[in-house]
């Protein structure tokens, strides 16, 4: 009987993994030798331009960053500061929105007190016709109030001719008076709408008046320098001059 004849596998298997090592080693070899070529060509680069004296070239900065989620351009939010430091267009916007704010408020307390010191003036004058109306045909009667309130003392009095007269603007200078009270009155027989009480003269309307005025002026002039002051611009002027401020 023929013996069995064995076959060189085991021998063969480590033959093909040692190829292959070497085989690797031979690449690793290959790679190195081509990054030293590589760092040599560089430094020859670099030594000439160190020998020509040319300036490195540096990478440019970015002007604009683009954004890795939206693919846009970002950069400082609208209103916020610029490079320089300045204040953004948005922030400059609502400061001068905010300073003319302040400017038409100084206006409309300078507005309300000149109002106020016209009709105090006007009411001045009108006093002063009226006296000169009843003075010039004076009459006199007996009335009765009939009503009260903050603008107007309703009363009711006869005159020479007997007829009922209950003036339509009440008694001037009222003072005092309640309702149901008598007193005398004092009338013109050409117009018996104008009546005034007994003794009383646009004197006595004159002193309230110029305390109407005085405490509105008081109370007008601080405000309204307090108004232009937080605008910082001046009480009357263009548009155009308060941006170019």
């Known amino acids: 009987m023929e013996p069995a004849t064995r076959t060189p596998v085991d021998n063969a298997e480590p033959a093909a993994g040692a190829i292959t090592a070497g085989e690797t080693r031979a690449s690793s070899s290959d790679i190195g030798a081509a990054a030293s070529e590589t760092g040599a060509s560089a430094g020859q680069d670099q030594a000439s331009a160190s020998h020509t004296g040319a300036p490195a070239r540096a990478a440019a900065p970015s002007a604009t960053v683009i954004s890795p989620t939206h693919g846009t351009p970002t950069g400082p939010p609208t209103g916020t500061s610029t490079a320089d430091g300045q204040p953004g267009p948005g922030k400059r916007e609502r ?3 905010r300073r003319l704010g302040w400017r038409w408020a100084a206006r409309g307390v300078l507005l309300a007190a000149v ?3 016209v009709m105090v003036i006007a009411l001045a004058i009108g006093m002063r016709a009226n006296d000169a109306a009843i003075d010039e045909h004076l009459g006199s009667a007996t009335a009765t109030v009939l009503s009260v309130s903050p603008l107007r003392t309703g009363i009711e009095f006869v005159d020479v001719t007997g007829a009922t007269v209950r003036p339509e603007g009440g008694v001037l200078y009222p003072g005092l008076l309640s309702l149901g009270q008598q007193f005398v009155v004092e009338y013109s027989t050409q117009d ?3 009546a005034r009480v007994a003794g009383r003269t646009a004197s006595v309307g004159t002193l309230l008046l ?17 108004c232009r002051r937080r605008g910082g611009l ?8 308060a941006g170019g401020a």
């Not at 110029?210 to 307090?226: I, L, Q």
């Not at 001046?234 to 001059?241: Q, V």
Request: proline residues 9%; aromatic residues 12%; without cysteine.
């Open 95 to 97: 400061s001068l929105r």
């Open 115 to 117: 109002a106020i010191t």
């Open 192 to 194: 018996p709408q104008i």
């Open 210 to 226: 110029v305390v109407v005025t005085v405490t509105t002026w008081v109370v007008a002039v601080p405000v309204t320098w307090w």
């Open 234 to 241: 001046p009480l009357f002027g263009s548009r155009r001059a």
